[in-house]
C-alpha cells in the first residue's frame, strides 16, 4: 500500500443520482490492494457476468448473518471493464489501481472504478461445492481484500473479470443501535482450519510479528457496522484443547510496511498463530472501541446532525461540537461467536483391480 495514494476519492461526474453519504477521515481506506503483483490482466474466461459474482457475494454474506441484498450499477460495471483494459496496455503501472491520465486506455470512469476496487491477479470467481453459498471468493484468502467485500456498509458495487468496487458503495442505512458483526458467522462450520493469506503489496501478517506468507488459522473478523474506525481491546479464541494463541490488528494498526489499519473498514482481525484442529468447534470473543468520530467541527460547517470534514462528512444522529469541544468516545460492543472448522477431506481409497471392491472404494472412483 502506498500512503502518498490515500487522498479524497473522487465522485463520479455523471450521472446526477442522490447524495452518498460521505466517509469520515478516521474511516478513509482506499481500495489500492491486489492479489499478486505480477499480473492484473482480465482473466481469459469471461464467462462470470456481474449477476452471478455480486450474487455469490451476497450468497456468502447472508450465509454469515452480513447484510446481503447488494445492487450492481451497469456503470460502475464498465467501470471496471474499462480498467482492467486500460491496465492490460499498461501492465507495468506502478500501482494497478492508479490510472494516470494520457495513459493508453485510461478514462474518468476506469480510474474511478480502479481507485475504489480490489482486484485479483488471474483468478476470478468460480462456482465450488467447498463453500455453502456454492462458489470461490478469489478474495478468500486475500484478508484486507475480503473485509473490505464483507463490509457491513457495502451495498452497491461494480464487477468485471478479476475487480469488484467496494469502497465507492459504503451506502448502507446503518443500524439504529451500533452492533458488531463476525466472518465466519456464528454457528458456521465451512471455514478453513488454516490459511496461507497471500495478497499485495502485504498480508496482516507482518504487522504482528509473522513472515509473509506464514502459514495461521484462519483470519476471524470482527466487523463494526454503525461504528466509526476504532481499536480491539481484547480479544480470545478458545478450541478443543483450550485457549488459542491469537494476535490482533484493528484501525489503528500501523508498523514500518505502512498503515494497515485505514484499508481496514471499522473493526478487526484475529490471526490464530497455529492452523487450527479441522473438524472442531471453536469459541471467539472480542471488544472492540470505537474512536471519537470527530474531534472538532467549524462552526460555519455545525449544522445539526451532520459533523463535516475538509473533504468529507458523516450523517446521522451525531452529538453536535463547538470548536474545541471534544466528543464523548462511544461505548465499545463485545462479541461472542462460535463455529466449526471445515472437516479434513477423506482419503481417497486405492482399489487394486480384480477383486471386490468395498463400498468406501468404489465411492472414490467416479
Known amino acids: 500500500m502506498v500512503p502518498d495514494l490515500l487522498e479524497p476519492r473522487e465522485r463520479r461526474p455523471d450521472p446526477p443520482r442522490a447524495p452518498r453519504q460521505r466517509i469520515p477521515r478516521g474511516l478513509l ?38 447484510p446481503a441484498g447488494i445492487s450492481d450499477d451497469a456503470e460502475w460495471n464498465e467501470g471496471c471493464r474499462l480498467h482492467m483494459q486500460w491496465y492490460a496496455k499498461n501492465p507495468k503501472a506502478s500501482n494497478p489501481h492508479i490510472e494516470t491520465p494520457g495513459t493508453a486506455g485510461y478514462t474518468t470512469l476506469g480510474a474511478f472504478a480502479g481507485a475504489h476496487a480490489v482486484l485479483a491477479a488471474g483468478t476470478d470467481w468460480t ?63 465451512f471455514i ?43 480479544a480470545s479464541l478458545t478450541g478443543p484443547s483450550g485457549a488459542v494463541q491469537v494476535r490482533t490488528v484493528d484501525n489503528s494498526t500501523t508498523g514500518p510496511l505502512g498503515d494497515l489499519g485505514s484499508y481496514m473498514p471499522p473493526g478487526g482481525m484475529l490471526i490464530p498463530l497455529k492452523a487450527l484442529a479441522p473438524g472442531k468447534r471453536y469459541t471467539a470473543t472480542a471488544t472492540f472501541a470505537p474512536s471519537p468520530a470527530v474531534i472538532e467541527v467549524p462552526p460555519a460547517a455545525a449544522e445539526p ?62
Open 305 to 366: 446532525g451532520v459533523i463535516s470534514f475538509p473533504s468529507y462528512e458523516v450523517t446521522g444522529n451525531l452529538q453536535e461540537l463547538s470548536p474545541g469541544e471534544s466528543q464523548t468516545a462511544p461505548p465499545a460492543l463485545s462479541v461472542t461467536w462460535s463455529f466449526r472448522t471445515a472437516a479434513a477431506p477423506r482419503r481417497p481409497t486405492k482399489c487394486r483391480r480384480g477383486r471386490t471392491r468395498s463400498r468406501s472404494c468404489r465411492s472414490t472412483e467416479k
Open 29 to 66: 481506506w482506499m481500495s489500492i490492494l491486489t492479489i499478486g503483483l505480477a499480473a492484473c490482466a482480465p482473466a481469459a474466461s469471461a464467462a462470470v457476468t456481474a449477476g452471478q459474482a455480486i450474487g455469490w457475494l451476497n450468497a456468502q454474506r447472508a450465509v454469515n448473518d452480513l
Open 192 to 234: 478453513y482450519p488454516a490459511e496461507q493469506a497471500n495478497e499485495w503489496p502485504f498480508t496482516p501478517a507482518p504487522f504482528v510479528g509473522l513472515k509473509q506468507g506464514a502459514t495461521t488459522g484462519p483470519y476471524l473478523f470482527v466487523l463494526g457496522w454503525g461504528t466509526s474506525s476504532g481499536r480491539l481491546t481484547s
Open 127 to 189: 462456482g465450488s461445492r467447498s463453500y455453502p453459498w456454492d462458489a470461490a471468493d478469489p478474495w478468500e484468502f486475500a484478508p484486507i481484500h475480503l473485509m473490505q467485500l464483507l463490509a457491513p456498509e457495502l451495498s452497491l458495487s461494480g464487477f468485471a473479470p478479476t475487480c469488484m468496487i467496494t469502497s465507492g458503495g459504503y451506502e448502507r442505512t446503518p443500524p439504529a443501535e451500533p452492533e458488531l458483526l463476525t466472518y465466519p458467522g456464528n454457528g458456521t462450520s
